[in-house]
């Protein structure tokens, strides 16, 4: 039986029982400030079939749940996480919210296509668009 599952680009705190279904595109570990051995979070950005992403945080308090099971490229059905604002000074994309894993948060890893749900998530801009992007974004540049 197919799962119905959230576009990420509609995701807002005010949904409720969201399951999504997306990739690892992007993934890496934020190390304490004055212990770089320790780990305070672990960051990545979701890529879902319509294209649209997000980013997801496990807190201190859950990694030890969550250390070894994401992994750059493979795709997860992911429910039971909350959603909070995508603030800060720095966001990996442009969505308004992020998603938060919880207590209860579960992830399945999935076996989906590359032409499901494509493997890098690049959104190429002309240098002009780039010079209008909000400045907290952020991009990555390849010179010819």
């Known amino acids: ?21 997306a990739r690892v595109i992007r993934l890496w570990s934020v190390h304490a400030f ?16 319509e294209g649209g992403k997000i980013q997801a945080s496990i807190k201190k308090s859950f990694i030890s749940k ?15 996480f909350g959603v909070g604002k995508n ?5 990996p994309t ?6 938060n894993f919880r207590m209860f948060t579960q992830a399945q890893a999935v076996e989906v296509v590359a032409s499901t749900i494509p493997i890098d998530g690049f959104d190429f801009k ?3 668009a780039l010079k209008d992007l909000d ?3 952020l991009i990555g540049i390849k010179i010819y």
């Open 126 to 128: 002309s240098y002009e």
């Open 135 to 137: 400045n907290s974004v």
């Open 87 to 91: 603030a800060g000074d720095y966001k």
């Open 34 to 49: 004055n212990n770089p051995s320790e780990t305070n979070a672990i960051e990545m950005v979701l890529l879902d079939a």
């Open 66 to 80: 969550w250390r070894n099971v994401f992994l750059k490229g493979q795709a997860y059905n992911i429910s039971y």
């Open 1 to 21: 039986m197919a799962k119905n599952f959230t576009p990420i680009h509609t995701i807002n705190p005010s949904i409720e029982n969201i399951t999504i279904q």
């Open 94 to 99: 442009m969505h308004p919210y992020k998603i």
